[in-house]
């Protein structure tokens, strides 16, 4: 089995100084990738959106002392090509699952730039929607690069919870049945920072290829999804607890 990937940092890029000291922080309990969310996709109009292009004027300073590769959402066609200038993974959101002039978009850049990407399953997709939307990236299904599918919890009317998803973990076996990069977020899968450890232990068991996890130095200072943030503390233990984990399985996997 390979390592896990990490991607760890805020939901949405605050300032400078925020991004700069998140990053250092989950560099040094084991991320392998930093979020760096400029755009953010709000239901509510009156929510923060995010820096916005401001913050590309960061990524140069952030890559130099953090050293991991950067991650941001794209929204709009027209922003892929300048965004994978700046950045090594490009994410195409829950809210963006089935917009389709996107996806090929960014799959036309990806194979170009060799940029990585990021698809989430909507809220509402059902696994063959979801894989659908992959088939629109058009990638080599041979040799497909750092195309990462990652769930992130579909909506359900009856779940108590803040954000009424429900993290769907049976996708991940099944969809590792056809692909080789399944990821996921227990942040948004659950909307609840006491819940993210355990879920993301349960992704492993599940076979999952890595994690994708809001974390934040003061979780109820964030300007975006305060709820389910983690501190970088409690991220290094999910860190720690899921390679305990993933050799677990490589041993018992072995016999």
Same mark, same amino acid.
């Given at each position: 089995?390979?390592?896990?990937?990490?991607?760890?940092?805020?939901?949405?890029?605050?300032?400078?100084?925020?991004?700069?000291?998140?990053?250092?922080?989950?560099?040094?309990?084991?991320?392998?990738?930093?979020?760096?969310?400029?755009?953010?996709?709000?239901?509510?109009?009156?929510?923060?959106?995010?820096?916005?292009?401001?913050?590309?004027?960061?990524?140069?300073?952030?890559?130099?002392?953090?050293?991991?590769?950067?991650?941001?959402?794209?929204?709009?066609?027209?922003?892929?090509?300048?965004?994978?200038?700046?950045?090594?993974?490009?994410?195409?959101?829950?809210?963006?699952?089935?917009?389709?002039?996107?996806?090929?978009?960014?799959?036309?850049?990806?194979?170009?730039?060799?940029? #990585?990407?990021?698809?989430?399953?909507?809220?509402?997709?059902?696994?063959?929607?979801?894989?659908?939307?992959?088939?629109?990236?058009?990638?080599?299904?041979?040799?497909?690069?750092?195309?990462?599918?990652?769930?992130?919890?579909?909506?359900?009317?009856?779940?108590?919870?803040?954000?009424?998803?429900?993290?769907?973990?049976?996708?991940?076996?099944?969809?590792?049945?056809?692909?080789?990069?399944?990821?996921?977020?227990?942040?948004?899968?659950?909307?609840?920072?006491?819940?993210? $450890?355990?879920?993301?232990?349960?992704?492993?068991?599940?076979?999952?290829? #890595?994690? $994708?996890?809001?974390?934040?130095?003061?979780?109820?200072?964030?300007?975006?999804?305060?709820?389910?943030?983690?501190?970088?503390?409690?991220?290094?233990?999910?860190?720690?607890?899921?390679?305990?984990?993933?050799?677990?399985?490589?041993?018992?996997?072995?016999?």
């Amino acid at each position: 089995m390979k390592d896990l990937i990490y991607i760890a940092g805020p939901c949405a890029v605050e300032s400078l100084d925020q991004i700069m000291s998140i990053g250092r922080a989950v560099k040094d309990v084991g991320a392998t990738h930093l979020r760096f969310m400029l755009y953010k996709p709000r239901t509510n109009p009156g929510s923060f959106q995010g820096v916005g292009d401001e913050g590309l004027g960061w990524t140069g300073e952030v890559r130099e002392n953090v050293g991991l590769p950067l991650v941001t959402e794209v929204l709009d066609t027209r922003d892929v090509r300048k965004l994978a200038d700046y950045f090594d993974i490009l994410q195409i959101g829950s809210r963006n699952s089935q917009n389709f002039a996107l996806i090929k978009e960014v799959g036309n850049v990806a194979r170009e730039l060799g940029v #990585g990407v990021i698809l989430k399953r909507g809220a509402s997709n059902t696994v063959d929607e979801w894989w659908g939307a992959y088939n629109y990236l058009e990638m080599d299904p041979v040799n497909p690069g750092e195309v990462y599918m990652c769930e992130r919890g579909v909506r359900s009317a009856t779940n108590p919870g803040p954000k009424g998803n429900i993290l769907d973990l049976s996708a991940v076996p099944l969809l590792n049945t056809v692909c080789h990069n399944v990821i996921v977020d227990p942040s948004h899968g659950t909307g609840k920072s006491s819940l993210v $450890e355990r879920m993301s232990l349960a992704a492993v068991a599940a076979g999952a290829d #890595g994690l $994708e996890i809001e974390v934040h130095t003061n979780p109820l200072k964030s300007k975006s999804d305060p709820y389910q943030a983690i501190t970088p503390d409690e991220f290094g233990e999910v860190v720690r607890k899921c390679n305990i984990f993933r050799r677990a399985f490589e041993e018992a996997y072995r016999e």
